[in-house]
């Protein structure tokens, strides 16, 4: 059972930046893997950024290229999304996904783990 545990959500003045953490409880992190997704009210949950475990390639939404960097650390279990240049429409809770696969990692259901969220709210 993987258990996922976001945090460093906040409220932040547009144009800030933001790091959310997802520390994850589960033997062999590095063959998870991790990805970012985020739900604002009233809308469906969508893709922001993603990071395969067998390549590295790190995959964003078009809306947030520039502006957010997915990493992990392996020792940690942690994987992390630097968000700057923070706009108001970035407003949502954000969630952690993990998952063993490596192909379409920017699709919902691909995904097996899901943490709880963090809120971010970005005013204006």
């Known amino acids: 059972q993987v258990q996922l545990v976001e945090s460093g959500g906040g409220l932040v003045q547009a144009g800030g930046s933001l790091r959310l953490s997802c520390a994850a409880s589960?033997?062999?992190?590095?063959?998870?893997?991790m990805g970012w997704f985020r739900q604002a009210p009233g809308k469906e949950r969508e893709f922001v950024a993603a990071?395969?475990?067998?390549?590295?390639?790190?995959y964003y939404a078009d809306s947030v290229k520039g502006r957010f960097t997915i990493s992990r650390d392996n020792a940690k279990n942690t994987v992390y999304l630097q968000m700057n240049s923070l706009k108001p429409e970035d407003t949502a809770v954000y969630y952690c996904?993990?998952?063993?696969?490596?192909?379409?990692?920017?699709?919902?259901?691909?995904?097996?783990?899901w943490g709880q969220g963090t809120q971010v709210t970005v005013s204006s």
């Open positions: 589960v033997s062999l992190f590095s063959r998870y893997s």
């Open positions: 990071i395969s475990w067998s390549t590295g390639i790190e």
């Open positions: 996904a993990a998952d063993q696969g490596s192909w379409y990692l920017d699709r919902l259901y691909e995904y097996e783990y």
